[in-house]
């Protein structure tokens, strides 16, 4: 008989990186990915950083097939609240048998280091699947995995605002300025991902009102 496979959550955050990461493991085989981990910032209902509806996030994960473990946090979290409640959602996991957590993080270190330090002595293990791929290289596999994303949040000091609501696709790539992560990972945007390899049907949205809050540019994606 062939042995259960470890039980892994998802760490969530609505976008590619997390979701491409989904897409990696379930190619694998290696893990039963039985949940998602995702903060939700309780002031707005919507994904923390990302700025993502609460509703869109259960689309996401009804048609990815995942359950969602929701972590609510206030707006403004202190990190001793956040790293509180992310530690009682970690001890929830292992109690149900869960063994690893994946994590869509591509090359900085000092996260990665973050989160195998707080992961440390719980009998959870990080797992990272996308780790120091190349990011042009990265952006272009994801477009052409068939996951049609959306620019949810950039960052104004490294884009203009419209940006926010734009498609991830290779125009966009294109149009990034110089200096601006391919994916994103320095902080440049946040993405939400409405279709693709990971999910059993595209969700139709529209790019709502576009809002601009403590230095941040938010698209509003609104489900048809």
């Known amino acids: 008989m062939t042995p259960p496979r470890p039980k892994a959550l998802i760490s969530w955050s609505s976008g590619k990186d997390s979701a491409f990461s989904l897409h990696e493991i379930r190619r694998s085989g290696e893990f039963d990915v039985v949940g998602a981990l995702t903060t939700i910032t309780e002031s707005f209902g919507r994904v923390s950083i990302h700025g993502v509806r609460q509703e869109m996030l259960h689309a996401q994960l009804k048609a990815a097939g995942l359950p969602p473990r929701i972590v609510p946090i206030p707006y403004p979290c202190p990190n001793e609240v956040y790293e509180a409640r992310m530690g009682e959602a970690v001890a929830e996991a292992k109690q149900d048998g869960i063994t690893h957590i994946i994590f869509g993080d591509l090359f900085l270190a000092d996260i990665k280091a973050y989160r195998e330090q707080k992961l440390r002595g719980t009998g959870i293990t990080p797992v990272f699947p996308l780790w120091e791929r190349p ?59 409405v279709a693709g390899p990971i999910f059993s049907r595209r969700l139709s949205v529209t790019t709502g009102v576009r809002v601009e809050r403590d230095g941040y540019a938010y698209c509003d994606l609104v489900l048809e």
Do not use: W
């Open 135 to 193: 990011t042009p290289e990265l952006a272009q596999a994801m477009i052409a995995s068939g996951f049609e994303t959306y620019l949810a949040t950039v960052d104004l000091k490294k884009l203009p605002a419209e940006f926010a609501g734009r498609k991830f696709d290779r125009q966009l790539l294109a149009d990034l300025p110089g200096g601006v992560d391919p994916c994103g990972e320095n902080g440049e945007f946040h993405t939400c991902v």
